[in-house]
């Protein structure tokens, strides 16, 4: 099934079984609808979208939290949450006619504004305890500040104070961010002893979005196509989550370059790669949200390399 040959077909058939499915997100755990978004995002399937935004919305507390954990936990899901609304908003604003459906999303995002501001410097109390390594969440709290402020450019729904306060900590998180690059032009979560692949990784998709970057992200782009595979394309002993992570790096990252030559370096590791995840897929676990993850490869491997067009998500 998994074959580089036939990625053009493999996201074709994706695409019509998405389109065709009303009922893709019944009886589906939280985490596997995640999967499932991203994949609908990246295909632009409104209709899905929404779906996924309604039952987002609809969890939400009065205060604008998500989550039914501790405080901790509960930050992350949020974060998360308003993540999702905020690329949502992206693809479902291009449409006519869907001003109400925008208000509705925008009305959500408000809600969590304030909640965000007031809990934002207990990210950096995160330890392995919490699931994920500091690094891995700040990139999402990153992603999430930066759209906040996109957004309000065009819609304004932030006051003064939050507008500053997250214009602060859009600065903040950037600096540590920049501070904690290695020599290698990896990164590595605080308890770990080298860079990492995906480490890295979530480390460019949440400073790739600023300018003044630009020479960081491209040492962290240097370090992950040093350390792939010269012979096979794989990184990381071929672990699957690590090579797809990889690519999500380089795939997201390549819109922001401006060197030509440097360009074709990262499209010769994004095919390599590709090529390898493909055609090594078969031994990844069988599970469903599996090929959702590989999908989130291929269907930008076909914008980028098959239709030569760069990507709108880090």
Avoid at 55 to 65: A, R, S, Y
Avoid at 205 to 228: A, M
Wanted: some cysteine.
């Amino acid at each position: 099934m998994y074959k580089f040959d036939n990625i053009t077909k493999f996201n074709e058939d994706y695409y019509n079984y998405l389109i065709k499915t009303n009922d893709i997100f019944e009886n589906k755990s939280l985490n596997l609808i995640h999967h499932i978004w991203r994949v609908v995002l990246q295909f632009e399937i409104t209709d899905r979208i929404k779906q996924v935004c309604d039952l987002i919305i609809g969890m939400q507390k009065p205060n604008g939290e998500w989550g039914e954990r501790d405080k901790h936990h509960n930050f992350g899901d949020t974060v998360v949450n308003l993540h999702r609304l905020l690329w949502s908003l992206f693809i479902i604003q291009k449409e006519k006619d869907n001003d109400i459906y925008i208000n509705k999303i925008i009305e959500a995002v408000k809600k969590s504004v304030d909640y965000i501001i007031e809990n934002h410097d207990m990210h950096y109390n995160i330890n392995r305890t919490f699931g994920h390594g500091m690094i891995d969440r700040l990139h999402y709290l990153m992603q999430t500040e930066y759209y906040l402020l996109d957004f309000d450019v065009k819609y304004c729904f932030l006051n003064q104070s939050q507008r500053q306060k997250l214009a602060e900590f859009w600065k903040k998180d950037t600096n540590w961010m920049i501070d904690r690059q290695m020599q290698d032009g990896g990164w590595h979560e605080v308890d770990r002893v080298r860079s990492r692949i995906g480490t890295t990784s979530d480390a460019i998709r949440g400073i790739n979005l600023n300018d003044e970057c630009l020479d960081s992200v491209k040492n962290g782009i240097k370090f992950i196509i040093n350390n792939q595979n010269i012979y096979d394309g794989y990184w990381e002993a071929g672990n699957i989550d690590k090579n797809t992570d990889a690519l999500k790096a380089l795939i997201n990252s390549r819109r922001i370059m401006d060197d030509a030559k440097f360009i074709k370096e990262i499209d010769k590791s994004i095919i390599n790669g590709t090529k390898w995840l493909v055609n090594n897929f078969d031994k990844a676990e069988k599970l469903e949200e599996n090929d959702y993850d590989l999908l989130t490869v291929t269907i930008d491997y076909e914008k980028v390399i098959v239709n030569n067009m760069n990507v709108d998500f880090v």
